[in-house]
């Protein structure tokens, strides 16, 4: 069988090299860090782990566990959802001729891993990947699937399970165009049985001059499914999207695209009136001429919601988050977390006292998963090791999650041999709180 390919795009793999030399440029300048600072940062984390990334942990936020991974060889682009205690875990492996995409759960120990959906023709990709879901009683999981021969000729490919993932319902498309386009970078999120997806969605680039727009629908999971509706025409291509339920309804976060090419980070939310034209969640003003594959992350607890993302104005890169107290129509100023040498690729949990814990990578071709707690005030603890990692596209997207009320997991590929998904567990107590 032929591997499916995996998207590339000039002005991605141009960015690259660009953000790493505008790291070194932000580490340079940072008036907090100097580079030899930067450099300890990361040599400290890289002695910790070990360059093959076995010792994931023990030197970083006090004492954590690694555990032993559910993947078969060749597992990799994890995404972690909690749940209650436990935590579901979805990822991609080889699987008889094809593939599959399995999902396990943890709740001190993996579950054996259930197949949610096998194919040869998934479109396998190390930024757009699949994801597993708990809302409403149920497990929703999403997946890539080829829809002709074009390269970026894929759909979005959705199942649920009302049992714990014993069973899945047949698959579902949430779009109904059939254009030879890309439809992708999908969120799902929801409260009660109001379960929703948003996606960026190609079909008006058939036409010249046509964007790349960001979708919703909610979900027939508990009902009929919603109409398609369109939240924002004009978006960046392949930024991945984030999405979560406020008290006040649905919010996805996205990096929008202006027409003088400014990729600042937006939010929507869905209001009676429909959707609100997207605002930025701070005006980086970052001007850039092409996507940068690096999506923000978003965490809501009722009316709070905090954004994280990665930024760079002016060619000076950074992490930044920003919190909300009304439930994403306003956010304060940005907060920024990394260390002076960033290359983005975030997530974010939200903490019960209104914190937030986010993570993100650092470093050159060696690199670090660090995470550090930060306050809505802008308070922040000291940034922790979690783990060590490539900074090549191999590597994925670490994803952390809340494990019950007192422990973080945290996850990702290491594609070392033939690759396989490590998984960690560190306590929250051991996390510095802000000050």
Known sequence: MTKPPTRTRPCCSAFFGRTRRSASRAAAGWRRRGPAAVAVVVAAALAACGAGGDDVVGRGPGTASALPGPPASGGGQPFLASAGEGAWMSWIEPYGDGRRVAVSFFDGSWSTPATVAESDSFFVNWADFPSVQPVGGALVAHWLERQGTGTYDYGVRMAWSLDGGRSWSEPWTPHGDDTPTEHGFVSVFGAGEEIWAAWLDGRAMVEEGGAMALRARRLPVHGPAGPEEVVDARTCECCQTAGAMTADGPLVAFRNRSGDEVRDVHVSRRTADGWTVGAPVHRDGWVFPGCPVNGPAVAASGRNVVVAWFTAPEGAARVNVAFSNDGGATFGPP?????????????????????????????????????????????????????????????????????????LMAAWTDPAGEGAVRTAVFSLADWDPPS
């Open 335 to 407: 907060f920024r977390l990394d260390e002076g040498a960033p290359l983005g690729r975030v997530d974010v949990v939200a903490l019960d006292d209104g914190s937030a814990l986010a993570a993100w990578m650092e470093g050159g071709g060696d690199a670090v998963v660090l995470g550090r707690r930060v306050a809505a005030g802008g308070a922040m603890g000291p940034a922790r090791l979690l783990g060590s990692i490539s900074a090549g596209r191999q590597s994925g997207f670490p994803r952390i999650v809340r494990l019950g009320e007192d422990r």
